[in-house]
């Protein structure tokens, strides 16, 4: 089992950038596909950006080029590098953990844990 953590959301403006960190426990995590989810208001969860323990990695359209996920496995920590905020991308960040494969996927419903959230919202 994998018990994930999420911080370093808060408020930033427009071009702004933010850390993510995602502290995940349990012995599985290196063998775990990990990945950040967001939601916005009135909108439904939606993919972003996931690493597989060997560190290849996948990113949805709207956050490529601006967003960097990354895993330090001695650390149990997944982060996610947030460049060039823009106030479409304020929404709860959910880290998901994904345990028993090396697949990168975009799909929530194949992850098997997930935190609670950490509120990151962009000023215009």
């Known amino acids: 089992q994998v018990h994930v953590v999420e911080s370093g959301g808060g408020l930033v403006p427009a071009g702004g950038s933010l850390k993510l960190s995602c502290a995940a426990s349990?012995?599985?995590?290196?063998?775990?596909?990990m990945a950040w989810f967001r939601q916005a208001p009135g909108k439904e969860r939606e993919f972003v950006a996931a690493?597989?323990?060997?560190?290849?990695?996948i990113y949805a359209d709207s956050v490529k080029g601006r967003f960097t996920i990354s895993r330090d496995n001695a650390k149990n920590t997944v982060y996610l590098q947030m460049d060039s905020l823009k106030p479409e991308d304020t929404a709860v960040y959910y880290c998901?953990?994904?345990?028993?494969?090396?697949?990168?996927?975009?799909?929530?419903?194949?992850?098997?844990?997930w935190g609670q959230g950490t509120q990151v919202t962009v000023s215009s």
């Open positions: 998901a953990a994904r345990q028993g494969s090396n697949s990168l996927e975009r799909r929530s419903i194949v992850y098997d844990y």
């Open positions: 349990g012995r599985t995590f290196g063998s775990s596909v």
């Open positions: 690493v597989s323990w060997s560190y290849n990695t």
